[in-house]
């Protein structure tokens, strides 16, 4: 399945710095998915619309955390900036 990703905010649109990862065949699974991973954590939101993860970052991703998803990660943390390949390897 497609890896997509949805910014996250708190209900009064604060930016968190977190995005939730989470795999459908299009948005609509996706965003339902994702859903399940924000529950546990009043006043958070996904931001709409959720985009799809470049293969080669999915690739990464995938590196990183097997098939943990629906999961929530850091925007700019180490393992996020190796992901997008911003961090050197």
């Known amino acids: 399945m497609t890896l997509w990703e949805f910014p996250l905010h708190y209900d009064d649109g604060t930016v968190v710095g977190q995005t939730v ?3 459908g065949t299009n948005e609509a699974d996706a965003g339902a ?3 399940v991973a924000v529950s546990g954590h009043p ?3 996904l931001s709409r619309p959720g985009r799809v993860v470049p293969p080669e ?3 990464k991703w995938r590196e990183i955390y097997g098939d943990a998803f629906p999961g ?3 925007d700019a943390g180490r393992l996020a900036l190796y ?3 911003i961090a050197d390897e």
Do not use: K, N, Q
């Open 57 to 59: 970052v999915e690739t």
């Open 33 to 35: 998915a994702a859903v």
């Open 72 to 74: 929530i990660v850091s």
């Open 83 to 85: 992901a997008r390949g």
């Open 21 to 23: 990862l989470a795999e």
């Open 43 to 45: 006043g958070l939101a």
